[in-house]
T-cell receptor, first 111, second 113 residues
């Protein structure tokens, strides 16, 4: 079945550092890919998405590019802030059905 | 657009009791999903509805679990004879038919003692 793998956390960075969180997937067909973020005590919020190969999703300084050849959707941000501390989930959606989520990566940004 | 709401936000119960959670989706959304999230893990799909029809159920949804969406609006998830292993966050999400982005509620955290 479909699956998503993410780099294990926690990831701890200093403010203004560069962030990369790796995500790879296994799926039949051509899924849409997503990054969701979960702040402490809150539900999941959509961060960005890409629906086809070579698409780049971006939001709030975060970006990720759909790479079909490497089945990857790595999340990047050039300069993280303390307020970015959260758990980040990579997910895929195949043909508009249910989502398959990765295990999440916890990010802590220190001032 | 008031977003997806879930009630209660927290529930503590004793093993063997029944519990029921409610989800109110975004009003124009036809699809409604239930997920379960345990500590340190990503959400796992349980079931989904299109309008009032329950179209898919995961293997995770044992016969102690039942979900309804009687009028195609709000949904309820009931767990009968709760077990300690049912302790988790139960998430609801909704989306437009044919649209892929799912919008999540804040979740109901269940603790079974």
């Amino acid at each position: 079945g479909d699956s998503v793998t993410q780099m294990e956390g926690p990831v701890t960075l200093s403010e203004e550092a560069f962030l990369t969180i790796n995500c790879t997937y296994t799926a039949t067909g051509y899924p849409s890919l997503f990054w969701y973020v979960q702040y402490p005590g809150e539900g999941l919020q959509l961060l960005l998405k890409a629906t086809k190969a070579d698409d780049k999703g971006s939001n709030k300084g975060f970006e990720a590019t759909y790479r079909k050849e490497t089945t990857s959707f790595h999340l990047e941000k050039g300069s993280v802030q303390v307020s970015d501390s959260a758990v980040y989930f990579c997910a895929l959606n195949n043909y508009g059905q249910n989502f398959v989520f990765g295990p999440g990566t916890r990010l802590s940004v220190l001032p | 657009d008031t977003g997806v709401s879930q009630n209660p936000r927290h529930k503590i119960t004793k093993r063997g009791q029944n519990v029921t959670f409610r989800c109110d989706p975004i009003s124009e959304h036809n699809r409604l999903y239930w997920y379960r999230q345990t500590l340190g893990q990503g959400p796992e799909f349980l079931t989904y509805f299109q309008n009032e029809a329950q179209l898919e159920k995961s293997r995770l949804l044992s016969d102690r679990f039942s979900a309804e969406r009687p009028k195609g609006s709000f949904s309820t998830l009931e767990i009968q004879r709760t077990e300690q292993g049912d302790s988790a966050m139960y998430l609801c999400a909704s989306s437009l038919t044919g649209r892929e982005t799912q919008y999540f509620g804040p979740g109901t955290r269940l603790l079974v003692l």
